[in-house]
């Protein structure tokens, strides 16, 4: 399988998501972090260098939870103004999971 280069916009984005990940780590150290999200630190360095710019939603996910970062807060550092505003319109009929619901 052959990976297209990514755009422009997605680098920024992932520019971005390092940047926020980096500044709400604050002083904790990156291997906590990156232990914390069941990640190695390098994956976690490479996230915050922008280098790894389009990383998986499970590890976004743990890291948001390491740093107790709403994952809204990440989908909106990631998608710009207008496709936030589009996402958070589409999502908002849907109904949640099941899941768990009592019957």
Known sequence: MVR???????LAAGKRLGGLLREARRDRTLADVAASAGISPETLRKIETG???TPG????AALA???????????RVCL???????AARSSAGRRPPRGNARR
């Open 4 to 10: 297209l280069p990514l755009s422009p916009q997605q």
């Open 80 to 86: 710009d103004a207008e496709e936030f505003e589009d």
């Open 51 to 53: 280098r790894l710019a």
């Open 57 to 60: 939603f499970v590890t976004v």
């Open 65 to 75: 939870r390491a740093l107790a970062l709403p994952l809204d807060d990440l989908a």
